[in-house]
């Protein structure tokens, strides 16, 4: 009996080795595949590769920081002007203070002037993308990271680039008293 499990134990144990290996073998394939179709390319390089700037003209870039009414954050963008060629890749950054005393959980949302400029402006990197919590006091700088289509509309020499801050943990809560509170 002992010399069955010693073999299965061996067994066990080169199978084990063997998917460790092959564990370790997918990764450069995944790569290779990846490279090849040409997915998780990873948007900047995707962006910048496929842009062509447009020198022969220059929109104007304003930026504008909000938040909910109430919600104790003080938020500013670091630049408020910028003059830009379509097609270049853009770098700005905002910065959002948490002037509470607890740590709260906020979400960006843009919005754009003129409305129809919001298609031609494509985010890379963005504090929007996901929800931010700050701890009380906290001090954030914040970047945004995009290209303006060179495609957006000749006539559209000016585009402001606003986000609004609203409490999502707020909203949370408020989630969760509708729950449990009986309906009457």
Not at 44 to 68: G, I, M
Not at 83 to 92: E, F, R
Not at 97 to 115: E, L
Request: aromatic share 12%; with cysteine.
């Amino acid at each position: 009996m002992a010399l069955g499990n010693a073999t299965t134990l061996t067994k066990l144990f080169i199978v084990s080795l063997m998917m460790f290996g092959f564990g370790f073998a997918l990764v450069p394939f995944y790569y290779k595949i990846c490279e090849v179709t040409g997915i998780n390319s990873g948007a900047e390089q995707v962006l910048v590769k496929n842009t062509q700037v447009d020198t022969s003209r220059w929109v104007t870039l304003e930026f504008d920081a909000n938040t909910n009414a109430g919600m104790p954050w003080q938020f500013k963008p670091a630049q408020r002007i910028m003059k830009v060629h379509p097609g270049q890749l853009v770098q700005v950054e905002y910065e959002v203070v948490n002037t509470s005393d607890r740590a709260m959980v906020g979400q960006a949302v843009p919005s754009y002037g003129p409305r129809r400029a919001g298609a031609f402006f494509k985010k890379i990197e963005c504090f929007c993308f996901t929800p931010q919590t700050l701890a009380a006091g906290e001090r954030r700088r914040m970047p945004v990271l995009f290209v303006l289509d060179p495609l957006m509309d000749k006539d559209v020499n000016t585009v402001t680039l606003s986000y609004t801050f609203f409490d999502t943990g707020a909203q949370a809560k408020t989630t969760e008293l509708r729950k449990v509170l009986p309906r009457g």
